[in-house]
């Protein structure tokens, strides 16, 4: 017996020595684990922010930001929204909102891109869950693609917002791009969109900007969407639209659903993220919508129990603060008016500052054409700027935006609009 104690007893030292000899050696290199993680590339429309927030001369301008400013170059918060938070002030509950958001929001959010009386809304047709602002939607749409049709992929229009590539990415859903923008006439290249409408095979999912296309500002105009759906018809293809700009294009939000009503008239069964970011001033709220109509009311639940179950280890539950304030807005008949009178004005300012840069490199003289900066809606224009000519602002002018050469009218105010136009002037009169 006692032979075999000290036999343990060695055993046991022995498996001491082995730990601490291991231990040492995890100690003596913490960094192994992440040794070959390399720093990501910059974002490449937040880091325009980052350099000029980095530059110290008095005069830069940011036109890259996708964020609206007030013609002081002033961030707004609208007074609806003030009077929104005014009165949920009192609001003390802040339990878990229900994986699948505020059942409020998501009634009035629906209402705007289908329509108050929407057949589709009284006939419970549609799966809806509240998501992390427009972002989120097309994220939590994606995962829903990739695991209910796994062999599917996705078409995305040349050029799109960046982050476009990365949410399909991630979700790992494949690729494939379709013709939209014409560089020569700045304008939808229409017959390309098309012949690759035709060509993608049978029963495709296509990722369509429902209006002010980013970063283009180029739209169909409603006899293209008619065709555009049409087509979609002959080959069964699936939209998926992201409105991350209702009310915020034209000033009106039914026409800017326009695209949307007019796939359903035909009777496809779309997806779409909505985003408050925008149209609301919520940036930092990350307040939107994911639906996708259905056949019938029975798809409809099961389809949003999965989107559900999809957004659960995500992050379980969107947040409740942004919901409340939009739920608020648009349960309230005279709230909801005060909304739509502030996103036209917003939209509004947009287009006047549209036609005063084409009206100032006009009078400058400029060699070039610039009607397709009022030809063009939304917050952004595509300049048609080189990546050398976008350097030269910045280097020689102090103006910040992406190298694609998108301008957001946002960023430009009657202070700077001179100043904009003079410096686009010089860096393109030799075009």
Avoid at 29 to 41: F, N
Avoid at 46 to 59: I, N
Avoid at 61 to 67: E, F, R, S, W
Avoid at 306 to 323: E, I
């Amino acid at each position: 017996m006692a032979v075999r104690t000290a036999l343990l007893s060695r055993r046991q030292v022995m498996m001491m020595m082995m730990m601490r000899s291991l231990g040492a050696r995890s100690m003596s290199s913490p960094s192994s684990w992440w040794r070959s993680v390399e720093p990501a590339a910059k974002d490449p429309i937040l880091g325009v922010t980052e350099a000029f927030l980095a530059d110290p001369t008095p005069t830069k301008v940011n036109v890259g930001v996708g964020a609206y400013r007030d013609d002081n170059g002033k961030p707004v918060v609208l007074e609806c929204v003030r009077e929104a938070e005014r009165r949920i002030a009192g609001n003390k509950n802040m339990e878990y909102l229900p994986m699948g958001g505020s059942l409020k929001m998501i009634e009035e959010t629906v209402k705007l891109a289908y329509g108050e009386d929407s057949d589709l809304i009284n006939d419970k047709r549609i799966a809806a869950v509240q998501a992390l602002s427009g972002t989120g939607a097309c994220r939590l749409f994606a995962d829903f693609q990739k695991r209910f049709c796994p062999d599917s992929q996705v078409y995305i229009p040349v050029p799109t917002w960046s982050n476009h590539h990365n949410i399909w990415r991630d979700a790992h859903v494949p690729q494939r791009t379709y013709h939209y923008y014409h560089p020569e006439s700045r304008g939808l290249d229409f017959s390309a969109l098309m012949d690759d409408i035709k060509n993608a095979p049978n029963g495709s999912f296509f990722l369509l900007h429902a209006c002010a296309h980013n970063p283009t500002g180029v739209d169909p105009t409603e006899e293209q969407w008619r065709e555009i759906s049409y087509q979609f018809k002959v080959k069964g293809h699936l939209a998926f639209f992201d409105m991350a700009y209702q009310g915020f294009a034209s000033g009106d939000t039914e026409r800017d659903a326009k695209s949307i009503r007019i796939f359903l008239e035909d009777g496809h069964l779309i997806g779409c993220a909505q985003s408050y970011a925008k149209n609301m001033g919520l940036y930092g709220q990350r307040v939107g919508c994911l639906s996708v109509v259905c056949e019938d009311e029975k798809q409809a639940i099961a389809v949003k129990s999965q989107l559900q179950q999809l957004a659960r280890p995500m992050y379980s539950n969107p947040p409740v603060h942004g919901a409340l304030i939009v739920s608020t807005i648009l349960d309230d008949p005279d709230l909801k008016k005060l909304w739509l009178k502030e996103v036209k004005g917003m939209a509004d300012r947009i287009i006047g500052m549209r036609t005063a840069l084409r009206e100032n490199l006009e009078k400058l003289g400029s060699p070039l054409s610039w009607e397709h900066i009022t030809k063009q809606i939304g917050m952004f224009c595509f300049s048609g700027m080189t990546p050398e000519q976008v350097d030269r602002l910045t280097s020689e002018f102090h103006i910040y935006l992406t190298r694609n050469g998108r301008i957001s009218m946002a960023g430009i105010t009657t202070g700077n609009v001179g100043y904009l136009a003079n410096a686009i002037h010089e860096v393109t009169k030799s075009t």
